[in-house]
């Protein structure tokens, strides 16, 4: 089965399955790595959701700017850290670490063997919720940045496209060469289902932007916690 589906239809997408948890499936990508545990944490993940579902985490309503107006972002988010972080033009003041958490991103670091000081939570609160394209970019995160994203709740997709830079674009398969808007013609598209862990690491950064888009058959909440080491 394949583990990324090339969809720009959105159409028979499976959720990969047949990987284990201690060996992730390196996706291939040019650029980048990405590092995929469908079933990371199969055991856990009814347990996490529930506690961090009932849990006081204060879930904040942050904005974008967009054509000049204010607009609430689709997502309830919290920056959990000891350290503020500053994304999207505006700092983020951080919430003490939940001992779920804490817990959540120990059992992280030890299948990435690298420690994390803080991380994004988000809320969505069903498929009207969603993220736009970007990439993990902010200076505070160093060059070649290490985030790892654990889903709870609802399986969503996950989009990635290259951003073709001119110098790179001839090592590109031909599918993957710009459209008009400079970006790949085929988007990338994985499932992030309960209990799993992505990991964005090496140049991903600079070359990729990922979104989660909408997806109006999606009723039910998501919970994503993405961890990140921010550089003091
Ligand atoms: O919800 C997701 O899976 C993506 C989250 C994300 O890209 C981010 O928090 O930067
Ligand atoms: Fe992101």
């Known amino acids: 089965m394949p583990l ?10 499976e959720p990969a399955t047949e990987v284990n948890t201690i060996t992730p499936a390196g996706l291939p990508l040019a650029h980048g790595r990405l590092l995929w545990w469908p079933n990371a944490f199969a055991v856990e993940a009814d347990t996490w959701f529930t506690q961090l579902k009932k849990s006081e985490i204060s879930w904040q309503q942050h904005t974008l700017r967009m054509f000049g107006r204010e607009l609430n972002e689709p997502r309830l988010s919290c920056w959990m ?10 700092t983020r003041k951080p919430v003490p670490w939940h001992p779920v958490v804490r817990e959540i991103c120990q059992r992280v ?3 990435c063997e690298q420690p994390f000081n803080g991380v994004l939570l988000n809320w969505y609160r069903d498929g009207q919720d969603s993220m736009g394209w970007h990439a993990d970019d902010e200076p505070e995160l160093g060059i070649n ?3 790892a994203s654990v889903s709870l709740g609802a399986t ?3 989009k990635l496209r290259h951003n073709l830079r001119p110098e790179l674009r ?6 993957l060469r710009p459209k008009a808007d400079g970006h790949s013609a085929a988007p990338r598209e994985l499932l992030l ?7 964005m690491a090496g140049e991903m950064q600079h070359h990729w932007q990922h979104a989660l888009p909408k997806m109006a058959a999606c009723s039910t909440p998501r919970i994503n916690l993405t961890f990140r080491w921010l550089v003091e």
């Open 4 to 13: 990324f589906i090339e969809s720009a239809k959105g159409e028979n997408i």
């Open 170 to 175: 001839h090592e590109l398969r031909p599918e």
């Open 193 to 199: 289902n309960h209990g799993s862990l992505l990991v």
């Open 109 to 111: 670091s030890d299948i």
């Open 156 to 158: 969503r997709r996950f």
């Open 145 to 147: 940045p290490t985030v």
């Open 81 to 90: 850290s000891e350290l503020p972080y500053r994304y999207s033009g505006k």
